[in-house]
């Protein structure tokens, strides 16, 4: 799903306002330490809005949109922050007839600094996708405190207008709000808003172990296709998409792939009688009826099936036809595929179509529109699965007219690179890498 434009107006409109006040505080001096000045005030402002989208509250997916996609707009504020935050130790922000410092404003000069190379540290290890995502979550923890560093460098260093003045309360309010939104993140997660599930069954179902919870107070309420984060016997939250529509006895099912290590240890040994915190539901991948004479594909791959359960689950009788195709390794791999299966004899407009990849190789744009006989002039694909194939499909289905905007997916990933992996892999193959060191690094 897309980010919502206007929370990306208003975060832009945040960054830009205080440049309104800048011409009156440069007396025709100093032009670049007011740049630099201005860098440091848009860090600590993309840092803010950046804090304040991890606080997950509801009101940040009606801004910025869906939270997956929200923590997109997360990480790229934290990059852009980074950037601004170089400019301005690059670029010296000292204005000359200003004078000197006293102890204040040297140790915020201090605090700054410390600030920065935080930040630094902790930029590149959050691109390092390969850093495990355990230790990464750990370190990210910090930012906040660098944050807060970055905003006591600010409220004390010796600047060109008060604290007091409109700019400094702007930038101030800014650097509250970052605060705030930080520590919240640091509250035991029983102390933020969460609902209270057991477990009531748990059953192996092809590669995911499918695992109903039943509620012990009030019942979730959500959409097809949407998620939770959900926190087992207290161990840290996990995101998974319920695969079920809702029910009137408030059940929920979290269908879940051995992707890591906690995954791993679920499926090992769920404690049958686990406690479950679940805090959400978010997201906004649902499925909208376009209306007469349009077609839908919906495209799952591996555990990416989730949403696509719970929205057949939840069709009716008067919506459009729909062909829906599993991508697999092998059939005994898939997920609920009994499930799928009955629910395609059930309702007459969903068609199930099985891919595994084993006899039928790659899925591409031109086998999937064979398999369905749809029309791309007319047809939305929704998709769910790993971001390679995703890109990979995009483009395909582009190629076969079906636009960018009329393929919609949800980010089944919340810690995403900035294509370093994709830029290594280019480098790789550009430099000829001659067959001696070839052979050692293969061995
Ligand atoms: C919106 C959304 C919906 C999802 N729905 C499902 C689903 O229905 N079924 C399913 O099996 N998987 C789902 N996932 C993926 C699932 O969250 C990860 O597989 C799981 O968190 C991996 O944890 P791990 O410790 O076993 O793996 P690790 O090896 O520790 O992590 C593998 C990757 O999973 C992600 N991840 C790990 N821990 C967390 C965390 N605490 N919070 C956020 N991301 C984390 C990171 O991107 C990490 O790089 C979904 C993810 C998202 C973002």
New binding site residues.
């Given amino acids: 799903m897309r980010l919502n434009p206007i929370g990306l107006l208003l975060t832009a409109i945040a960054i830009l306002l205080p440049i309104i006040w800048l011409p009156a505080l440069n007396h025709g001096r100093d032009t670049l330490a007011l740049f630099s000045q201005y860098m440091g005030i848009a860090a600590l402002i993309a840092m803010a809005i950046s804090q304040l989208i991890a606080t997950r509250f509801k009101v940040t997916e009606m801004i910025f949109g869906s939270?997956?996609q929200g923590?997109v707009l997360h990480k790229w504020l934290g990059i852009m922050a980074m950037v601004f935050i170089l400019l301005h130790d690059t670029i010296d922000a000292e204005m000359r007839h200003l004078g000197g410092q006293n102890w204040l404003e040297e140790l915020a000069e201090t605090l700054g600094e410390l600030s920065l190379y935080g930040l630094l540290i902790l930029v590149v290890i959050t691109i390092a996708?390969f850093i495990?995502?355990?230790l990464?979550?750990w370190t990210h923890r910090l930012m906040g405190f660098f944050f807060m560093a970055g905003a006591a460098h600010y409220l004390f260093i010796l600047k060109p207008f008060k604290n007091g003045d409109p700019l400094g309360l702007y930038v101030s309010a800014f650097c509250a709000l970052g605060i705030l939104a930080f520590s919240y993140r640091l509250l035991p997660s029983r102390l933020r808003p969460s609902r209270r599930y057991a477990v009531q069954s748990s059953e192996k179902t092809g590669n995911?172990l499918a695992i109903t919870l039943k509620p012990t107070a009030s019942k979730l309420r959500y959409r097809p296709g949407q998620?939770v984060?959900a926190s087992f016997d207290g161990a840290?939250?996990?995101?998974?998409?319920?695969?079920k529509a809702p029910t009137d006895d408030g059940t929920i099912r979290?269908?879940?792939?051995?992707?890591?290590?906690?995954?791993?240890?679920?499926h090992r040994n769920l404690n049958p009688n686990a406690s479950v915190q679940i805090e959400g539901p978010?997201?906004h991948?649902e499925r909208r009826s376009k209306g007469k004479g349009h077609q839908e594909l919906w495209i799952a791959a591996g555990?990416?099936i989730?949403?696509f359960l719970a929205w057949a689950q939840a069709l009716t009788a008067t919506d459009d036809p729909i062909h829906l195709v599993y991508c697999v390794k092998s059939e005994d791999a898939a997920a609920h595929i009994d499930e799928l299966t009955a629910l395609a004899a059930a309702k007459s407009n969903l068609t199930l179509h099985i891919h595994a990849s084993e006899s039928n190789g790659r899925a591409t744009a031109d086998k999937l529109l064979q398999i369905t006989g749809q029309d791309p002039a007319n047809l939305t694909v929704a998709f769910?699965g790993p971001k390679a194939m995703r890109k990979t499909l995009i483009e395909d289905f582009r190629k076969n007219g079906v636009s960018a905007r009329r393929f919609k997916y949800?980010?089944?990933?919340?810690?995403?690179g900035v294509g370093l992996q994709h830029l290594a892999n280019l480098l790789f193959e550009r430099v000829a890498i001659p067959d001696k060191i070839k052979a050692r690094l293969d061995r």
Avoid: M, N, Q
């Fill in positions: 939270l997956d923590y996708t495990p995502y355990h990464w979550r995911a998620f984060f840290e939250p996990h995101p998974f998409t319920i695969s979290l269908s879940v792939a051995k992707l890591g290590d906690f995954t791993t240890r679920l978010f997201g991948f555990v990416g989730t949403p769910c949800e980010e089944f990933e919340i810690r995403t």
